[in-house]
């Protein structure tokens, strides 16, 4: 191994103060390729990062129960935000099978205008 290798392997194993260390099985999978001393930084930092994003997964989120459930599920029914997005939702839906049905309808006359024409009527 060269000198560079040396430090690579020693900042994975004793990264700078204040930020988390990668776990054993990680930094053994990390010293079989050759990284630089930058990739291995941003690497500690991800884990840095991930690791305060999910402490409370790490502590242990507390139960919700029915009820909590049910208030949560409830105020979101009844945000304004809810109730345009189905507003909506209901007229594209309305203004979707209009255009359908006028295209079919379309479609039906041209289909006949044409069996007409054919056919010498």
Same mark, same amino acid.
């Given at each position: ?17 204040? *930020?988390? =260390?990668? @776990?054993?099985? !990680?930094?053994?999978? $990390?010293? %079989? ?6 990739? &291995? ?20 989120? *507390?139960? =919700?129960? @029915?009820?909590? !459930?049910?208030?949560? $599920?409830? %105020? ?6 809810? &109730? ?31 069996? $007409? ?5």
């Amino acid at each position: 191994m060269t000198s560079d290798n040396n430090k690579t392997g020693d900042s994975r194993r004793h990264p700078p103060h204040g *930020e988390s =260390v990668l @776990e054993k099985d !990680l930094l053994q999978h $990390l010293e %079989e390729y050759n990284l630089g001393e930058a990739e &291995v930084k941003t690497l500690v930092e991800i884990d840095s990062l991930l690791r305060q994003n999910f402490q409370d997964i790490e502590n242990g989120v *507390e139960p =919700v129960d @029915e009820d909590r !459930l049910n208030g949560i $599920l409830d %105020e979101v029914e009844a945000a304004p935000e809810v &109730v345009v997005l189905k507003r909506t939702r209901r007229s594209i839906r309305l203004i979707l099978w209009l255009t359908i049905s006028l295209v079919s309808l379309l479609g039906a006359y041209g289909l006949i205008a044409l069996v $007409l024409k054919i056919g010498g009527f």
